[in-house]
């Protein structure tokens, strides 16, 4: 009896390419579903800029640096550090637009995560007609890497934001 090991092999590399193939994360667009209800929006009885002011005011009062400030757009941004080689930032960005009853705010937040990685270089030099060199000297270099970068869709977060403008409006806003 002889045993031949090519559908053997054959086999084990087409349950690999299956294997390989469903472990891809489902595309994003696939979950999106476009709501009405959205709880990126938050509405005001004042007018755009007076609305965004609010934002503004609010990211301050949270310790956001507010890097762009337009009248009707607001981008702030919050530096995290939970572990020592591990660190988030934090970017929000709110944008009023007039409405029939004042203005809607928008806000979109983004969690970037970094995470520090230990890198080393060596020096080298070349030299025409000798060719090149490699020193032994080594230099360690540690930098923060962007490991991930998602948008917060978590309706809470957005709540606790608009409430906290809706409070330094005097609470007068309805959602």
């Known amino acids: 009896m002889r045993f031949s090991f090519r559908p053997l092999v054959l086999l084990t590399l ?23 209800n959205s709880p ?4 005001s009885t004042r007018v755009p800029a007076n609305a965004c002011e609010l934002g503004r ?16 757009s607001i981008r702030g941004e919050k530096l995290f550090q939970p572990e020592a080689d591990y ?10 637009l007039p409405s029939n009853v004042g203005t809607v705010i928008y806000a979109n ?9 230990a ?16 020193l032994p000297w080594v230099a360690d270099k ?10 917060i869709a978590d309706p809470d977060f957005y709540k606790r ?10 609470g007068s806003n309805n959602n």
């Open 40 to 43: 990126f929006e938050y509405w």
């Open 161 to 170: 934001l608009f409430a906290l403008i809706d409070s330094l409006d005097g």
């Open 109 to 117: 937040a983004r969690q970037t995560r970094f995470a520090l990685k």
């Open 87 to 96: 660190g988030m930032r934090l970017s929000i960005s709110l944008v009023c």
């Open 14 to 36: 087409s349950g690999l390419l299956l294997a390989g193939c469903a472990s891809r994360p489902t595309p994003a667009y696939k979950h999106e579903s476009f709501d009405s």
């Open 119 to 134: 890198g080393s270089s060596s020096a080298g030099l070349s030299v025409t007609g000798i060719g090149s060199i490699s």
């Open 57 to 72: 005011r609010a990211l301050l009062s949270q310790g956001y640096q507010v890097e762009e400030t337009k009248p009707e």
């Open 142 to 151: 540690d930098s923060l890497v962007k490991v991930g970068e998602e948008t």
